[in-house]
């Protein structure tokens, strides 16, 4: 009886979501729909400026909420309303000048007693102290007033990781920004291998290791096709060497490749080369075909045929990150991000 109880509670509750979000989708494209953002704003006149924002604020998170957008474009959306439309111009216009002004003519008169003139500055290398504490101060002030924005408008999550967790505060912002504003398909594969970096990193950290290797192995395919790319020439006599013609690929364009064409291309290439120990030889054009391998094993026939065990663990995992080191160390432009507590 429970267990079909529990049943029902899960039918419920998937037809109870997607009533919610057929009602939030019609709800955004009545708010699409009006006259929201037909009027031009006058940057000088901040109480239409405010408004403005409030309004893309209210249409953003009718987004979200309708399953539009990711949080990241909503937090990226919600620093653009809160942090460039009304934050900055308050400054820009004298808001919070009677905080800071204090401050800056401070700053000017150490200015001039250093024998600054008005067209000079320092580097912060080479400010004095007295300077420096001026202008953590300056900016302390600038953080306050930004945090009591978000809270103002309605954000105080947003504040909330701007005071206790910037590094995530960044993260969002920054794959918010290149998921709305990305366009170059170049930039955009590059902004999902980090992507696909981040998430094997989260689904590691909650020992999700299967998830994470298969990210990962979707990060280095992501990687060598940027690479090929990038290097059409290189390509061009690599493809050649190994009679790959125009026809036995149906394709130029290195997206369209399978993960084991890839893999061959850049071995050729001599981008995956061989590397050697006092004790060992190591073939990254094996490594990178055995993160192929995991990958591919997400198809449930090429999981039961190719392995024996259903599951993945944990130093079965660290093989697979120190082999996206070990690749991504000598591609054409090596990874810096990706760090593991395992």
Excluded at 73 to 82: N, V
Excluded at 125 to 133: C, H, K, N, T
Excluded at 291 to 299: A, D, F, G, Q, T
């Amino acid at each position: 009886m429970e267990n079909k109880n529990e049943e029902e509670s899960k039918l419920l509750d998937a037809i109870e979501h997607f009533e919610d979000r057929a009602h939030k989708t019609i709800e955004l494209e009545k708010l699409l729909e009006s006259d929201t953002f037909r009027s031009k704003v006058d940057i000088r006149d901040m109480k239409s400026v405010e408004k403005r924002a409030k309004e893309f604020l209210l249409v953003a998170k009718a987004r979200y909420d309708s399953g539009n957008i990711s949080e990241h474009e909503l937090a990226f959306y919600t620093c653009c309303a809160i942090e460039n439309q009304v934050h900055e111009l308050r400054w820009s216009n004298g808001f919070y000048d009677e905080e800071l002004q204090p401050i800056s003519d401070a700053m000017k008169n150490v200015e001039r007693k250093y024998g600054l003139k008005d067209d000079e500055f320092w580097h912060l290398s080479d400010a004095p102290d007295e300077y420096l504490q001026l202008a953590a101060k300056y900016d302390a002030v600038l953080e306050n007033k930004l945090l009591e924005t978000f809270e103002e408008f309605d954000a105080p999550e947003m504040a909330r990781l701007y005071r206790e967790d910037p590094n995530k505060f960044k993260e969002l912002h920054s794959i918010g920004y290149s998921s709305v504003f990305t366009k170059d398909d170049n930039a955009r594969l590059l902004a999902l291998a980090h992507i696909y970096e981040l998430e094997a990193i989260n689904a590691s950290k909650g020992e999700a290791y299967f998830a994470a290797s298969v990210m990962l192995g979707s990060a280095i395919e992501t990687r060598l096709i940027i690479t090929c790319i990038n290097n059409k020439s290189t390509v061009k006599d690599a493809l050649q060497r190994l009679g790959l013609s125009n026809k036995k690929l149906k394709s130029k364009n290195p997206l369209t490749w399978k993960l084991e064409t890839l893999i061959d291309v850049c071995f050729e290439a001599g981008w995956l080369p061989k590397f050697e120990t006092e004790r060992f030889v190591y073939s990254r054009h094996a490594m990178a075909n055995f993160l192929r391998s995991i990958r591919n094993n997400v198809h449930p026939a090429v999981k039961l045929k190719k392995q024996a065990g259903l599951s993945f663990g944990k130093e079965q995992y660290k093989d697979v990150y120190h082999i996206h080191q070990l690749l991504t160390s000598k591609l054409n432009w090596p990874n810096k991000l990706l760090k593991s507590d395992s």
